[in-house]
């Protein structure tokens, strides 16, 4: 097998991870929740993921770990007077912890485009996620033909049009034939 296949199945089975593995990847996350919620990292961390989505060692692609709080999301609580059903502060988005990291991160790097992200990590308190981002006016990036299509016109602010593969995820445009019935 190659060395891309170990990672996969090694971060299929994270529990069966031999104890030294575990401590290392419990002081990881405690270093994790010290940081910011917004990081550039060198490296992924899980490279054989990053690869699958398009990621390369090269100038202009930059690696950002996200972190997104998990649990239920509220709106504010209502000052004013209102109809008691109209009080609720529950508010389920159509979007996931996924997609909430990818825009955030987009909005901390304005001249950068969001081309994909992965899952990471996750603790009881939050989710964190490796968003790649692409330097759409970098001279690496434009003289790559196979990733010079994010540096069109068309395809500024990706993120926030729901383009990105866990926004259309998260919109049903992915699961093919799942959840809907056929048309014969």
């Known amino acids: 097998m190659a060395l891309y296949k170990y990672l996969r199945e090694t971060w299929k089975k994270p529990k069966e991870l031999r104890r030294e593995l575990r401590d290392i990847w419990r002081e ?5 929740r010290k940081e910011p919620s917004t990081t ?12 699958s989505l398009g990621y390369k060692a090269k100038p202009g692609f930059i690696i950002v770990r996200q972190r997104v709080a998990r649990g239920g999301r509220k709106r504010a ?12 502060n529950k508010l389920d988005l159509e979007t996931s912890y996924q997609v909430v990291a990818e825009r955030r991160a987009a909005k901390k790097f304005p001249n950068l485009e969001v081309l994909n992200s992965y899952f990471v990590a996750k603790d009881g308190k939050h989710y964190w996620y490796e968003v790649i981002l692409i330097d759409k006016s970098h001279p690496a990036i434009i003289a790559d033909k196979n990733i010079r299509w994010i540096a069109e016109k068309q395809h500024r602010r990706r993120v926030f049009r729901g383009l990105t593969s866990a ?18």
Request: zero cysteines; charged letters at 45%; hydrophobic letters at 30%.
């Open 167 to 184: 926004a259309k995820r998260s919109r049903g445009l992915l699961n093919k034939g799942k959840g809907a019935e056929k048309i014969r």
């Open 40 to 51: 550039r990292i060198e490296n992924p961390i899980r490279l054989d993921r990053a690869r």
């Open 77 to 88: 609580k209502a000052r004013a007077g209102r109809k008691s059903k109209h009080m609720s």
């Open 28 to 32: 990881r996350l405690i270093s994790w």
